[in-house]
């Protein structure tokens, strides 16, 4: 808990001291609120240029759990290099890595006045379109069972070809897990202009959702 207050102390400090703040993504997730042996990495949203954001990982250590500070009004386009960079950081062999350490994107829940944390440690980012992924994979014929949801906003997610309510998500899966043989993987798409907190509040109600016979990818690609 001391890191926790020590972490929202440096970073109203660091947006009371210059036009680069941080507002962080809000969530309704309160499954990890806690970590311990952290580091933290920060991007600034700049109030002067709103196109420009500044990416601080001066104090990233390799072997502890990173806690990724975003500005919730910075969008997927201008932090994904950012995120490439972190995740190819995190999987490079080294001295010293440690396997037990983890990402986290740092979130606030009102609800519970406090930080919350949901954890990025296997997501790969890809710039390529999830077309051109997809020519690459291995053929496993008819064994592959695959779909996407794309995000367009925070409102409506396409499924294939079919366009439904934010909200419905959870029944529409339910509704694929009975029909399902075998597991049905989901590969999810983002726009490049949603925001982080767009990003931050999809990824909080997948992980809501129950996913009996559906497999929510690793890969997540951001497209223009």
Known sequence: MKQIIILLVLITFLGSCSKKSIKL??????????????????LFYDETKKDSLEF???????????????DKRLTLKQILPHLVYLQNKRTKDGMHKNEAAKN??????????????????DVVYHEDSFQVFLEKMNDDDEKQNITFF?????????????????????????????????????????????????YITI????????????????????YN
């Open 25 to 42: 993504p809000e969530t309704e997730n309160s499954d990890i609120t806690e970590i311990i042996d952290v580091s933290a990495v920060y």
């Open 56 to 70: 601080n990982r001066r104090n990233l250590i390799s072997t502890t759990n990173w806690l990724v500070n975003i």
């Open 104 to 121: 986290y994107f740092t979130c606030s829940n009102p609800s519970i006045e406090n930080l919350a944390f949901i954890e990025f440690t």
């Open 150 to 198: 794309r995000f367009n906003n925070e409102k409506f997610i396409t499924i294939g070809n079919r366009k439904i309510r934010i909200e419905d998500l959870e029944v529409y899966i339910q509704t694929l897990s009975l029909n399902e043989i075998i597991p049905l993987e989901v590969y999810l798409i983002f726009s490049e202009n949603l925001s982080f907190q767009n």
């Open 203 to 222: 990824k909080s109600l997948l992980l809501k959702l129950n996913l009996d016979k559906v497999i929510i990818e690793s890969h997540e690609f951001i």
